[in-house]
T-cell receptor
Framework: EADIYQTPRYLVIGTGKKITLECSQTMGHDKMYWYQQDPGMELHLIHYSYGVNSTEKGDLSSESTVSRIRTEHFPLTLESARPSHTSQYLC???????????FGPGTRLTVL | AQSVTQLGSHVSVSEGALVLLRCNYSSSVPPYLFWYVQYPNQGLQLLLKYTSAATLVKGINGFEAEFKKSETSFHLTKPSAHMSDAAEYFCAVSDLNTGNQFYFGTGTSLTVIP
């Protein structure tokens, strides 16, 4: 079944740790996105990719980095986690020919 | 620049009552407009979208929305609320000028009272 997956779903980690949030989609979509979501606020775009070897920063400044080595995989990495990184991170993908974005279930990150 | 305003961060309705969630947008060119629903601990699910075809758009779960260019609005409605409609609802706008990047509203939390 075509879908978009995120792992882990929940992560509690200490300050200074390096973490990678995984996002994979089996729909063959070229465009992929990472959003940060905090309660009562709009989703903020932090990274996006239009295809393999393409990555761009979004509107919200982020200390994270992303890579796009394969079409289906778009991981997000934090080299040194801080409490200010505590948030929900949503991954999305979109085919070239359509407008809507398809979202994964999210990763809720807590940095102590 | 594109932006979305959702009036009312919290809306409560009785079961069986009309649901009306408001969304106003700002876009310098014809927009694409979307409503997404988010249940607790889940991602966003597309309810419906407007992409310059019919101004009245029907979506899943009995929801519909009407694009009104003169009012720059895209309000979401459902004639009769069900308990399962309790969730967070997000309006989003995109257009060709932004490379189809999405701009989201701050969301409206819908509570359905039995």
């Amino acid at each position: 079944e075509a879908d978009i997956y995120q792992t882990p779903r929940y992560l509690v980690i200490g300050t200074g740790k390096k973490i990678t949030l995984e996002c994979s989609q089996t729909m063959g979509h070229d465009k992929m996105y990472w959003y940060q979501q905090d309660p009562g606020m709009e989703l903020h775009l932090i990274h996006y990719s239009y295809g393999v070897n393409s990555t761009e920063k979004g509107d919200l400044s982020s200390e994270s980095t992303v890579s796009r080595i394969r079409t289906e995989h778009f991981p997000l990495t934090l080299e040194s986690a801080r409490p200010s990184h505590t948030s929900q991170y949503l991954c999305a993908s979109r085919p070239l020919a359509h407008n809507e974005q398809f979202f994964g279930p999210g990763t809720r990150l807590t940095v102590l | 620049a594109q932006s979305v305003t959702q009036l009312g961060s919290h809306v409560s309705v009785s079961e069986g009552a009309l649901v009306l969630l408001r969304c106003n947008y700002s876009s310098s060119v014809p927009p694409y407009l979307f409503w997404y629903v988010q249940y607790p601990n889940q991602g966003l699910q597309l309810l419906l979208k407007y992409t310059s075809a019919a101004t009245l758009v029907k979506g899943i779960n009995g929801f519909e929305a009407e694009f009104k260019k003169s009012e720059t609005s895209f309000h979401l409605t459902k004639p009769s609320a069900h308990m399962s409609d309790a969730a967070e609802y997000f309006c989003a706008v995109s257009d060709l000028n932004t490379g189809n990047q999405f701009y989201f509203g701050t969301g409206t939390s819908l509570t359905v009272i039995p």
